[in-house]
């Protein structure tokens, strides 16, 4: 599922509802980014259904939410209408824990939390392009999980900055920085994968 620029064109929120696709199409800085078929793996897929199950339950009682894409992220650079913010993305899985972010046509501002699992054809393209993006937008962690590898890259935001990564094997536990109280249990999750 290789990611590819649409056009030359610049584009905003308002085109990418006149064109995108139910999942996988983004605008990062006005450039249309649109995955070609196919869909995610089987394990891509399995991965995001058990990381979001093991935060549904640990997020129970709170007034944060777990999602999972395609569900749209805009990011505006400062408080332009929808239509002409020019970055839109969909993590695979993110939390929200300020509902005024939430509307009906998904999420407006930066996640509290996310994670990309990364898949052989849109890694650099989560590692290269979408990074500093987050970065910039002010995500406070983002988790990229390697399931080939069984590996996990954990970038915090420090001063406005993510800095090196953090690299752990999906073994254990790991604590949400950004989201206390809340924990991955890779044993019990990993147990359950094909």
Not at 104 to 128: H, M
Request: negative net charge; charged residues 25%; proline residues 8%.
């Amino acid at each position: 599922m290789p990611v590819t620029q649409r056009d030359a064109q610049r584009h905003t929120y308002g085109d990418y509802l006149k064109w995108s696709r139910d999942y996988g199409d983004e605008v990062i800085d006005g450039v249309a980014y649109v995955r070609e078929p196919p869909s995610p793996s089987y394990v891509h897929q399995e991965l995001v259904v058990a990381l979001s199950s093991e935060l549904w339950y640990a997020l129970e009682g709170r007034s944060c939410r777990v999602c999972v894409a395609p569900l749209d992220i805009r990011l505006p650079s400062s408080d332009e209408p929808d239509e002409k913010i020019e970055t839109v993305v969909q993590p695979d899985v993110f939390i929200v824990c300020d509902r005024g972010k939430v509307d009906k046509w998904g999420v407006r501002g930066a996640p509290d939390w996310l994670a990309e699992v990364l898949s052989p054809n849109t890694a650099a393209y989560d590692q290269i392009v979408k990074i500093p993006l987050y970065e910039r937008a002010g995500v406070p962690e983002v988790w990229l999980l390697h399931p080939i590898d069984r590996t996990l890259a954990i970038y915090r935001l420090v001063d406005g900055r993510y800095g090196r990564p953090i690299y752990q094997e999906l073994n254990g536990q790991t604590l949400l920085s950004s989201v206390p109280g809340v924990s991955v249990d890779w044993d019990r999750m990993m147990a359950r994968l094909m």
